[in-house]
């Protein structure tokens, strides 16, 4: 699936902060992957989470990842089992500042939806990934920060304050 045709299903599905180019951009090539037309369905899951995180947060946020065509996703290094590799994941990156807020919405929207949201990362950079239930998926877990699952279990905890 091109990008304009991507664009045109999150247009209808209502996302209003991310585009299908963002998602599909290749960040170390620069290059526009085309997405499998099976994965489709999960790119929009995918990118309704991520615009209602958009939303919460109230400030910019940028896609670090998409989906990955299987070479590139070798090439950076992604797991081969990667929910990107499927169109069901998106890397974001809050751009003022503000990670720890980030991830604390991002994880209280995971811990609010377990049927529309399957993984959340967390990372010391403030870099989030979400993913979304699909198939091969893991099901519901979550990962991330230094030392191993240390932050995000300390993002877990500050979002069950706040629910």
């Given at each position: 699936?091109?990008?304009a045709?991507?664009?045109?299903?999150?247009?209808?599905?209502?996302?209003?902060?991310?585009?299908?180019?963002?998602?599909?951009?290749?960040?170390?090539?620069?290059?526009?992957?085309?997405?499998?037309n099976?994965?489709?369905?999960?790119?929009?899951?995918?990118?309704?989470?991520?615009?209602?995180?958009?939303?919460?947060?109230?400030?910019?946020?940028?896609?670090?990842?998409?989906?990955?065509?299987?070479?590139?996703?070798?090439?950076?290094?992604?797991a081969?089992?990667?929910?990107?590799?499927?169109?069901?994941?998106?890397?974001?990156?809050?751009?003022?500042?503000?990670?720890?807020?980030?991830?604390?919405?991002?994880?209280?929207?995971?811990?609010?939806?377990?049927?529309?949201?399957?993984?959340?990362?967390?990372?010391?950079?403030?870099?989030?990934?979400?993913?979304?239930?699909?198939?091969?998926?893991?099901?519901?877990?979550?990962?991330?920060?230094?030392?191993?699952?240390?932050?995000?279990?300390?993002?877990?905890?500050?979002?069950?304050?706040?629910?």
């Open positions: 699936m091109d990008a045709t991507l664009q045109a299903r999150l247009d209808a599905a209502g996302v209003r902060y991310f585009s299908a180019l963002e998602f599909l951009t290749l960040r170390r090539t620069n290059q526009l992957a085309e997405l499998p099976e994965y489709a369905d999960a790119a929009v899951r995918v990118l309704i989470a991520a615009d209602e995180l958009r939303a919460r947060y109230g400030g910019p946020v940028r896609v670090g990842n998409g989906y990955r065509p299987p070479g590139y996703n070798r090439a950076v290094g992604g081969s089992n990667s929910a990107h590799l499927r169109g069901a994941a998106v890397d974001l990156d809050p751009l003022d500042g503000r990670r720890a807020e980030f991830q604390r919405l991002a994880a209280a929207l995971w811990l609010e939806d377990e049927a529309a949201t399957a993984g959340l990362g967390v990372y010391s950079g403030g870099r989030v990934h979400l993913d979304v239930p699909h198939k091969g998926g893991k099901g519901r877990r979550f990962w991330g920060g230094t030392p191993g699952k240390w932050r995000a279990r300390k993002v877990l905890r500050a979002a069950r304050r706040v629910a």
